[in-house]
């Protein structure tokens, strides 16, 4: 391998952890915007569906995203999304891309 080569996959690496970075960003800014509406999409974000569960391992839902992201649950994550201002603090804080994402780089 030359440096030239493990330049190119650093850089590779920043792009994806930016990418993820932005996207999660993105996500979290949405469900603030969602949190504080009334509409169709609060409800449907917030619903759950009657009925049993799929074989296999679950989905993941926005509920999880956000507890794994901000470190709220789902309660204080509303409550927070609710004020404008502390919820851009929260999406600040929680957007910072992590050094290692397992999923991403174990393949």
Not at 24 to 53: E, F
Not at 67 to 91: C, I, M, Q, S, Y
Request: net charge positive; hydrophobic share 30%; charged share 40%.
């Amino acid at each position: 391998m030359h440096n030239d080569d493990a330049v190119c996959e650093d850089a590779d690496e920043y792009d994806d952890m930016r990418i993820l970075t932005i996207v999660r960003q993105r996500k979290l800014k949405w469900y603030g915007h969602t949190a504080r509406s009334s509409g169709l999409a609060k409800t449907i974000m917030q619903g759950t569906v009657n009925g049993g569960s799929r074989r296999g391992r679950q989905k993941k839902r926005w509920d999880d995203n956000n507890r794994e992201w901000t470190g709220f649950e789902l309660r204080n994550t509303l409550r927070k999304a609710e004020d404008r201002e502390e919820w851009k603090a929260v999406v600040k804080r929680s957007s910072a891309a992590p050094r290692w994402i397992p999923d991403l780089w174990d393949r």
